[in-house]
């Protein structure tokens, strides 16, 4: 049994180096991680200064509903009802 895993992970690692793969794939796929990381890096630098209490009551509100707004994909129109009174 042993053997049939390696010669079945030998013959995976053989299909994969035939795959034909373009520097666009590559360049597409590091930029997609890339953004991810920043955005991760981004969303942990928010949450530290919401939990280290270093922000004010608005602005946590403000950053929270901002958070979940880019999480969600959606869009982010912050009013207020004394607004233009």
Same mark, same amino acid.
């Given at each position: 049994m042993r053997k049939d895993i390696?010669? =079945?992970?030998?013959? #995976?690692?053989?299909?994969?180096?035939?795959?034909p793969?373009?520097?666009e794939k590559i360049s597409a796929k590091v930029e997609t991680v890339f953004l991810n990381g920043c955005r991760r890096m981004a969303g942990l630098f928010?949450? =530290?200064?919401?939990? #280290?209490?270093k922000l004010s009551s608005e602005s946590i509100a403000?950053?929270?509903n901002w958070l979940v707004c880019g999480i969600r994909n959606g869009s982010n129109n912050?009013?207020?009802?004394?607004?233009n009174i």
């Open positions: 390696l010669d =079945s992970s030998n013959m #995976s690692v053989l299909a994969i180096l035939q795959t793969i373009s520097s928010i949450f =530290s200064k919401v939990l #280290s209490n403000d950053v929270v912050l009013s207020h009802y004394t607004l």
